[in-house]
């Protein structure tokens, strides 16, 4: 069965800079998208940043120039750097991940990350 394994969450002082990264275990395809989406208590989960197969890239407004979403495809690994964190990015992040052909959506568990004014 297919596991997307997130770790890097944690506390840090506005301002200050996190490293998430997400390895899908037993995963038996290519992965096409890799992504990493957020979840503030109350609010719905959101996109953060996306990136496929060609090193196409997505991200959301509100983390350009600040985040930045790479990956490992020998090791089925997606990462997040953050700098600049603000307290307003306080959530839980999901990593998602879409294989190729056939494709298949899975998702992580979470990691929390939590800023602090």
Known sequence: QVQLVESGGG???AGGSLRLSCVAL???FDINVM?????APGKQRELVAET????NTNYADFVKGRFTISRDNAKNTAFLQMNSLKPGD??????????ARPSFRYWGQ???VTVSS
């Open 11 to 13: 506390l840090v002082q």
């Open 26 to 28: 037993r995963i038996m």
């Open 35 to 39: 992504g990493w989406y957020r979840q």
């Open 52 to 55: 496929d197969s060609r090193g």
């Open 90 to 99: 306080t959530a839980v992040y999901y990593c998602r991940m879409i294989t």
């Open 110 to 112: 979470g990691t929390q």
